[in-house]
């Protein structure tokens, strides 16, 4: 099963999401974490908005795979979590979000979105019931 990252560079050429006095980031702060770093030939998107698909060629990669849903974690889930959901909805995914492989920096605001999100856009999941479902896909493929 491909598994695709996005991030983002640190340096985005000067383009900020608002106005607010922000601190100087530590140079690593959108470096993918050591304990789900890519393999060797898995992609990574780099972006410089919300959404793993604006601006990017994430689209035509996962047209090319032949991919028509997509399982997404990640960080936040008010921000690229949700825009990143909506944009593969409207490309024509099927999503499935893994509610305990996202965060928020505020408890309220990742259930809302989660809430918001699985009645519009995608089917928000428990990571026990996808790893299920995964499991059936392999068992079914073995016998097949």
């Known amino acids: 099963m491909p598994v695709v990252y996005s991030t983002r560079h640190v340096d985005t050429g000067g383009v900020q999401s608002t106005n607010r006095n ?3 980031l530590p140079a690593d702060i959108y470096d993918i974490k050591a304990e789900v770093a890519p393999e060797p030939g898995e992609l990574v998107i780099y ?3 919300a959404s793993a698909f604006f601006g990017t060629p994430l689209v035509a990669h996962l047209r090319r795979m032949k991919i028509d849903s997509l399982i997404i974690c990640g960080e936040s889930t008010s921000g690229c979590v949700r825009a990143s959901t909506v944009d593969a909805y ?3 995914f099927h999503n499935v979000v893994v509610e305990e492989c996202t965060y928020d ?3 309220i605001c990742h259930k809302i979105n989660l809430f918001d999100l699985h009645h519009k856009y995608a089917d928000v ?3 026990d019931e996808v790893l299920s479902h995964l499991d059936g896909l392999a068992q ?3 016998v097949a």
Request: proline residues 6%; without cysteine; glycine residues 6%.
């Open 22 to 24: 922000m601190k100087q």
């Open 47 to 49: 972006k410089e908005r």
């Open 90 to 92: 409207s490309y024509g």
């Open 105 to 107: 920096r505020s408890p």
């Open 125 to 127: 999941m428990h990571i």
């Open 140 to 142: 079914n493929r073995k």
